[in-house]
């Protein structure tokens, strides 16, 4: 458990440096990230480097005690280097590259930036790579960020049929995977291919289904050739790169095995304000950031990460990039650090050490004010740093982790599919699966979040948000768990190709399920039939339990296969079945009813699930249990003795945090 700050010397007179680093110290910081947008500082004319700098801000921070997390520049190729290779810049889908003057301003398949990406991380690992200050690396920083995952650039273009090439082997092969048949788009070779962009109507799904494959696989490409640059210069030194939370324009699985830390950026106050939920939603969690959140993408990044993952920029007040952007209540920077650390991060970095008085970001706080006064983030933060002081005495094997019992899958190219082929407006994969996330942590449960090639053995209850391309194995795998298995709709609609599946969906899940869907329907927002539970697994009668929304598949059940119909439409439709420990929701439901229906599969499972009061968390690690409280009222935790509190006590104030030995 560390603390970390996001540090920029090129910003402040040198003469501030020393003070800032033995500050930092003091309020218990042990991490400084540096340098990942001082491009332009670094070489400020081309081959030319300007090293004296970095070389004395380096060790003002190693000789004060503190470890770097030392940066590759790349996300900010400098105006020199764009006016010498214009092809850098990225294309949108209008045809219109994108010009310099922020930030992010390249494209993945550029080779002069793949080369000048090349060149710069090598000069910078060959300057620091065994530098006795610099302990961890960062890669480029917040890949994809501001619609930059996908460009439709010349250069794109050309890798793109090379990619297909790759793939398909023949064209006659791609035009059958794509159903080109369809509306005589066949093509007689791959050099016929264009960008699936600026057509009359709707691109062909699976041309642009593919073509989001390969700027994924682009990325990935990109940041494989830092972390191999980094590794041969700075052996034995972990490579993290910062992700976004809840972004999905790429396969951060993929990207993630080139790493050793997954790293993630939390802002749950402009997360809340930029994201789907309605304003009812966004007034009740303003300054606080919904309950499950930052917990989900803590879950998403910790499955992903071979070390433990880290937070590497944590929102210390105001941020200054959403439609409105509120202060975070007392006490939720000191939270939401806990909370990461319940989860199994390594460490909290805080953005940013001072809040700048000039360009973009001017108006995002930081740990402290622009005349270099402590905020009330910076003032929670060393209250943190004590705490883990005071922790680690008390539980030194509180940073020890373990797998939980519930396991929810969660796919990058579900996303895309979805968004390329929605049938309804509102067809949303993250916010879905979300939703089903956070009704297993409403019921107490904690969850690991898993690829859908992940290993299942060992898994209690297993929970699968629609998942349209479902793989070979993955249903003898989920078979072959034990655990009690719930699969949202849409699951197994799709083939690989972006293909309805011969035998109908859920395709692959077919014999599992014993049902086919016949017949699907996406519903407007005020269409909300109702739904009726028939049955529990603790025998409680039927109710009228809630509403469906979105979507419903029509399934038909095997009448040879026994089956039970756990709750049906006002119509009569089946909206959930059971066969063996198969649970298949032939819709999606309002809030309420996900979780009395998790909560019986979880019952079923042998699983604990008591329903949280509202804003309410509970996460288990090494033998302690965190509680949080989101809420605005006090919240007591009964049963547990005064003495096995390591952090607060049984009454949690509202936006307060305790911690207990448990076992």
């Not at 080369?115 to 065994?130: K, L, P």
């Not at 899958?409 to 993250?430: M, N, T």
């Not at 399920?513 to 909300?528: A, D």
Request: hydrophobic share 40%.
């Amino acid at each position: 458990m560390h603390l970390g700050v996001c540090y920029y010397p090129e910003h402040w007179p040198e003469s501030m440096w020393e003070g800032d680093a033995q500050r930092m110290k003091a309020l218990g910081i042990e991490r400084v990230r540096i340098a990942e947008f001082a491009w332009s500082r670094i070489e400020p004319t081309p081959g030319e480097y300007d090293w004296d700098w970095l070389d004395r801000a380096v060790d003002v921070l190693h000789r004060s005690g503190l470890q770097i997390v030392m940066c590759t520049p790349t996300a900010t190729p400098p105006k020199w280097l764009i006016d010498r290779h214009p092809d850098i810049l990225p294309v949108g889908a209008d045809g219109q590259a994108r010009r310099f003057g922020s930030r992010r301003h390249y494209d993945f398949s550029s080779p002069s930036y793949f080369e000048a990406a090349r060149r710069i991380s090598t000069a910078v690992a060959q300057r620091y790579g065994a530098h006795p200050g610099v302990a961890f690396w960062q890669i480029d920083n917040e890949f994809g960020c501001h619609q930059t995952v996908v460009s439709y650039s010349e250069a794109a273009l050309l890798r793109f049929r090379e990619w297909l090439r790759a793939r398909y082997r023949t064209i006659d092969a791609l035009n059958r995977a794509w159903g080109n048949v369809f509306w005589s788009m066949e093509y007689r070779s791959f050099d016929e291919v264009d960008t699936p962009a600026a057509t009359v109507t709707e691109a062909n799904p699976s041309h642009r289904f593919d073509y989001r494959r390969f700027a994924s696989d682009e990325l990935a490409r990109f940041n494989r050739m830092q972390a191999e640059i980094i590794r041969a210069h700075s052996p034995g030194r972990p490579v993290a790169h910062n992700f976004m939370q809840l972004f999905t324009e790429f396969d951060h699985y993929k990207v993630a095995a080139g790493l050793d830390i997954a790293a993630w950026d939390s802002y749950p106050l402009g997360a809340l304000e930029e994201l789907w939920f309605d304003p009812e939603t966004k007034a009740r969690w303003l300054r606080t950031g919904h309950p499950d959140f930052a917990s989900f993408n803590h879950d998403i990044y910790r499955g992903m990460s071979s070390q433990p993952f880290w937070v590497m920029e944590q929102q210390p007040g105001p941020v200054n990039w959403a439609h409105w952007n509120p202060a975070p209540l007392p006490g939720m920077v000191r939270l939401w650090s806990w909370e990461a650390f319940a989860h199994g991060a390594g460490c909290v970095s805080y953005f940013r050490w001072r809040q700048a008085p000039f360009a973009q970001e001017q108006m995002h706080a930081g740990l402290n004010t622009p005349d270099n006064r402590l905020d009330i983030g910076g003032s929670e933060a060393s209250r943190v740093a004590a705490e883990i002081r005071s922790m680690l005495e008390a539980h030194p094997d509180a940073v020890e982790d373990a797998k939980r019992s519930v396991a929810l899958v969660y796919d990058y190219p579900a996303k895309w599919l979805f968004e390329v082929h929605p049938q309804g407006a509102d067809f949303h994969y993250p916010r879905f699966a979300f939703e089903y996330y956070s009704a297993l942590r409403s019921l107490g449960l904690d969850v690991d979040v898993v690829p859908v090639d992940a290993p299942l053995d060992g898994y209690r209850m297993i929970v699968v948000p629609p998942l349209p391309i479902v793989p070979d194995d993955f249903v003898e795998r989920l078979t072959r768990s034990g655990a009690q298995v719930v699969i949202g709709p849409r699951t197994g609609s799709k083939t690989v190709d972006l293909q309805i599946p011969g035998n109908l969906p859920p395709g692959p899940l077919a014999e599992a399920l014993q049902l086919r869907v016949w017949r699907v329907e996406s519903l407007r927002p005020n269409i909300c039939p109702a739904v009726r539970m028939a049955s529990s697994s603790a025998g409680r009668p039927g109710s009228d339990a809630g509403q469906g929304r979105h979507w419903r598949d029509l399934i038909e059940l095997d009448t040879d296969a026994p089956h039970e119909v756990v709750a049906e439409f006002d119509d009569g439709h089946p909206a959930c079945v059971r066969h063996g420990a198969f649970h298949y929701c032939a819709g999606l439901f309002d809030e309420a009813l996900t979780r009395q229906l998790f909560a019986d599969v979880a019952e079923r499972a042998g699983l604990r699930a008591v329903p949280l009061p509202e804003g309410v968390r509970v996460s288990r690690r090494a033998g302690v249990t965190y509680v949080f409280n989101y809420g605005e009222r006090v919240y007591e935790v009964e049963g547990v003795e005064a003495d096995a509190f390591v952090i607060g006590a049984a009454r949690v104030e509202p936006q307060g945090v305790c911690a207990y030995r448990s076992s």
